[in-house]
C-alpha cells in the first residue's frame, strides 16, 4: 500500500535535547512538506522541498532543520532553539507539476511533548 | 495576502440533521485552488476535495457536497444525513500559483451526536 508514514506516534523531548522526526513517503512524489499544528490552530509550515538536495523555510522554521537526501524521506530535527516545541506535527507529499498547485497527502502525525 | 476564515469553531449536531461548514477566502490572484481536509481524532488529515478557481460547478460525492461562489469568496460544504462518523475537525486551505504553500483555515470541529 502507497502511502506516508512518521513516527514515532509520542515524541518525548528534554530541555535542551535535539529530537528527530521521522517522514518516509512510496507514493512516488517530489515534494514533500512539514507543518506544525496547535491546539484549535489550523497548520503552519515550517519547512518543504520540491527535489531532493533542496528545501525552503516556511512561515516558522526557526528551530529546526531538515534534510532531503532521498526522495522518499524528509526529516525533521527539532532543535534545542525551538522554545515551545508540543505540537502535533504533520508530514505531507504530493506530485509536483507545473502550472498547478497539487493534492498534499499527510500522514499520521507526531505528537511532541516536552518533559 | 492570502487568508482563509472559517468562522464556526464547533458546530453540534444531531445524527441525520445536515450541516453546512462555511470558508471564506482571501487572495488577488486569478488562479486558485482551494481544499477541504477532514482530521479525525486519530490526527491523520484526510483529502476530501480540490477546485481549482476556474471551474465553479457544485460538486457532490455521497453525502458530501461543496458550492463554489467566486463573487462571495466563499467554498462551503455540506453534509446531508450527518453521521457519529462525520465527527472530526474540518479544514478548508488555500493555494495558488504565485505561491507554494497551503494556506489553512483554522478549522470547525464538528461533534454529531447519536
Known amino acids: 500500500d502507497g502511502g506516508i508514514t512518521q513516527s514515532p506516534k509520542y515524541l518525548f523531548r528534554k530541555e535542551g535535547q535535539n529530537v528527530t522526526l521521522s517522514c518516509e513517503q512510496n507514493l512516488n512524489h517530489d515534494a514533500m512538506y512539514w507543518y506544525r499544528q496547535d491546539p484549535g490552530q489550523g497548520l503552519r509550515l515550517i519547512y518543504y522541498?520540491?527535489?531532493?538536495?533542496?528545501?525552503q523555510k516556511g512561515d516558522i522554521a526557526e528551530g529546526y532543520s531538515v534534510s532531503r537526501e532521498k526522495k522518499e524521506s524528509f526529516p525533521l530535527t527539532v532543535t534545542s532553539a525551538q522554545k515551545n516545541p508540543t505540537a502535533f506535527y504533520l508530514c505531507?507529499?504530493?506530485?509536483?507539476?507545473?502550472?498547478?498547485?497539487?493534492?498534499?497527502?499527510f500522514g499520521p502525525g507526531t505528537r511532541l511533548l516536552v518533559l | 495576502a492570502q487568508k482563509v476564515t472559517q468562522a464556526q469553531t464547533e458546530i453540534s449536531v444531531v445524527e441525520k440533521e445536515d450541516v453546512t461548514l462555511d470558508c471564506v477566502y482571501e487572495?488577488?490572484?486569478?488562479?486558485?485552488?482551494l481544499f477541504w481536509y477532514k482530521q479525525p481524532p486519530s490526527g491523520e488529515l484526510v483529502f476530501l476535495i480540490r477546485?481549482?478557481?476556474?471551474?465553479?460547478q457544485n460538486e457532490i460525492s455521497g453525502r458530501y457536497s461543496w458550492n463554489f461562489q467566486k463573487s462571495t469568496s466563499s467554498f462551503n460544504f455540506t453534509i446531508t444525513a450527518s453521521q457519529v462518523v462525520d465527527s472530526a475537525v474540518y479544514f478548508c486551505?488555500?493555494?495558488?500559483?504565485?505561491?507554494?504553500?497551503?494556506?489553512f483555515g483554522t478549522g470547525t470541529r464538528l461533534q454529531v451526536f447519536p
Open positions: 486551505a488555500l493555494s495558488s500559483l504565485n505561491t507554494d504553500k497551503l494556506i
Open positions: 522541498s520540491q527535489i531532493v538536495n533542496d528545501f
Open positions: 477546485r481549482n478557481s476556474f471551474d465553479e
Open positions: 487572495t488577488r490572484d486569478t488562479t486558485y485552488y
Open positions: 505531507a507529499s504530493s506530485i509536483v507539476a507545473r502550472g498547478q498547485q497539487e493534492t498534499q497527502y
